[in-house]
Structures are given as C-alpha cells and as structure tokens.
C-alpha cells in the first residue's frame, strides 16, 4: 500500500473526542488538522488502501507461479484382492510453471493494475481533502456570516426603536416604522437560517472527520490563502484519476494481448512426486518386482500445445472489448477535465475581479460610513441643508454589514474554485503539506471554549 505518502502534522485523537464530548463546550479545530483527521479516518481512503494491497497481491499471484507449490498428501486403508489404486501412505508433490507465453502479459497486467490502484488511492486522498476542505470553508464561512448578521440585527433594532422615537415625535412616517421593522425581521430569519446551515455544516464535518460531537468551530486565521503562482495552468499534466484510468487500461490491454496468445504456444510445467507405499495391501503380491522397495519418486517436465479452444478464444475477444472501452473511457476523463480545468480557470479570473469589486464596495460604504459619523459628530454647519440623523447613521451601518457579506461570500466562492483546481491538477495534498509545514509548531491543533 502507498503508506509512504506524507501526512499532516497529528494531533490527539482521544483530545479532540474529549472536547467534542463536553457539554456545553464547542471544540475547535484548526484547518490543516481537519485535513489531516479527514485523511486518517475517511473510510473511502481505506477502502483505497484495500484496493491497492489486492494489487499487491495479485502481482504477487501472477509472478509466483513459477515458484514450485508443495503438497503433502496420506491416506489409510485396507483393500483386499487386487490392489485398486496405489497405496501410499504419504505423498509429497511439487509442480510449477515454466514456461508459458501469455503468462509475461499478465505479469505486467497485474502491475500496470498495481499503479493504476496507487494512482486512485493518491486520487482518493485528494477527493477526501478536498471534500474536508470545501467542508470547513464551508462553516468557516456560515460562522463569519452569523458574525456579521448579529452585528447587522442589532444596527436594525437601533434603528426600528430610533424610527419609533421619531414616529412618536411626529418626526417620521408609519411606513418608516413598517419598513425598518421588516428589515428586522428580514435580518432574524436570516439569523436562524444561518443557525441552521452552521449546525448542518459542523454535522458534515464533523462526519467527515470521523469524530463525535454536537458542533465544532473553525479557526479563520488557520485558513491559508492559495498563491496565484500555485495555481496550475490550462494545460497541467493528467490528474491521478485520470492517469489512474490509463493504468487501467493499459493493465486491460496486456491482459487481453495475453489471452489471444493462449493456443499454438507451448506451455511447460514442473512436477516431482515423491510416494511411500503401504506394507498391508498385498500391492508386492501382484507386483512382485517392487522387491520390497516402497519408495517411489518421479520428477518429470510436461509440454502442453494448445492447438483449438473455443472458449478461451471468446475470453480473448471479451478482453479485447473490456480494453477498448477503458481506453476510451480514459480519454473521455481526459477530454472531461480538460474542459473542466479550463471552465474552473475562467471562472476563477472572474470570481478574482468579483472578489476585488466587493472589496472596493465594502471599502466605499465603510468609508462612507465614516464621512457619516464625522458629519454626525460635528454637524454640517448648514441649517438649511440636509442634516443627518442617527437614522441615516444605522441605515449606514446596515449597508455596510451586507457590503461584507457580500465580500464574504465573493471570497468563499474564490477559494472554492482554487482548491477544485488543485485537486484536479493532482497538486492539493502537496500544496496541503507545505502549508503544515510551513505552520507554527506552537499552533495547537484544538482547543475548546465556552
């Protein structure tokens, strides 16, 4: 099995149960420490493993039938009259290939088959840290919305008791009152189905980390920003998956190059038999020129030429259908990702201006908000102009929490895309390395609040 490929740093299991299991105790847990529990514990990484040891195994099979097997054999009884078969009391039997065409074929079969099941499980353990991944941004970004949207309701509230005030004051209209209450409203049912999407996100990672526990928390600032000079090009080499899928084929082809081999080649096999016959069987009686020898030993090579066989001939017409569609079918993956890899490219440029155009309108209204305050501190000095309020101010306020909302959810979709791209480029769990590499060895992998 591909044991060898590198792991993240790991962090106590039992510890993390532990926290998981406190009442009343949310458990955090860093990014690259998610990744790395996602890997340990994903059954689909597992399975992966399985794959890849019967791979091992069947190299194994195919290569050790030149290796002679050894057989022991005894039988006891008593026959009266003629002898009906010989009476051995024990037997040792040895036999092996020695030759046989179509056997090399399925040797390199079953090792193409070797690196086609190392080159899913890499693709595999990309697939799992990028599900994990695309999980904790996920939450990460359920919690920072949540974050956003509190402060955001408590800015409506301010305001629907500031129209209440003014309304009371003759100052504002009911349809003042009515409309601010409603943003209220608007914003509570936003809260709670934002409570709802983080319970249902920190399920799923949860069960993707394989650990217990009502609810877990992110850790932002352990969340790494991806390098535009990371980021693989339109025109990368095959992804794992990909590359698997032409091992495969290729395991198919030799297997099948084999099978249409089988007749009109000779095949040589290996036998040496060693006998000890029985005393009690009158056998020196009927055969009375064994002279009290009753040890037998034949050693001996068979050569067999298949000349017709119809069914092997079918076998090797199946083989050959069974290799033509994996190799099409590997081409198709090929042609997929390609179109997918160049969809993801576009698409992450234009997530990039969209990230950068929600970042100037955060920046706009912050700033506009600040000119705000300023004017409310200070006062216009205009009687006759337009005086602001602390009604404008939480208008203000409100604008600027759906600004960075929208920034949030620009940079969601962004980091979306770039960890897509690198698993499809086959550089996700390299990139994932360096990053725990390059983390502060003092940076705890979990912790718990109240």
Partial sequence: MNRGMSRFPSIPLALVSLCLACANVHAQISFTSAIDLALRNSPRVKMAEAEVARAHAALAQAQDVYIPSL??????????????????????????????????????????????????????????????????????????????MDQEAGYAARLAAIVQERLDAGQDSAMELTRARRTLVQIKLQQLQMDDEIAAQSDHLLRLLGLP????????????????????????????????????????????????????????????????FSTFNNYQLYYPAINNNFNAVGIGIQIQMPLFDAVHKAKARESLAIAESSEQDALYARQQEAEGRIKRQHSASELRLRLELAGLDNDLARQQLDALLIQLNAGTGNSSGPQMTPKDEQNARIQERQKYLDLLDSEFQLRQIEIGLLRQSGQLEAWLKSVATAAPASDPASSAKP
């Fill in 71 to 148: 057989m022991a054999s005894s039988g006891l009884g008593y026959s009266y009259g003629y002898p009906l078969g010989t009476p051995t009391i024990f037997s040792f039997q040895a036999q092996s290939l020695v030759y046989n065409n179509s056997q090399h074929d399925y040797i390199r079969a079953a090792r193409a088959g070797l690196e086609a099941t190392n080159l899913s499980l890499k693709d595999v353990r990309q697939q799992v840290a990028e599900d994990a991944a695309i999980a904790y941004l996920e939450l990460s970004h359920a919690e920072e919305r949540k974050s956003a």
């Fill in 213 to 276: 526990g009502p609810q877990i928390d992110t850790i932002p600032g352990s969340i790494p920003s991806i390098p535009v000079a990371a980021m693989p090009g339109t025109s990368e080499p095959d992804s794992p998956g990909v590359l698997a899928a032409l091992a495969t084929a290729k395991s198919r082809r030799e297997q099948a190059f084999g099978d249409t081999r089988y007749t009109w080649r000779p095949q040589i096999s290996f036998a040496a038999q060693y006998s000890r």
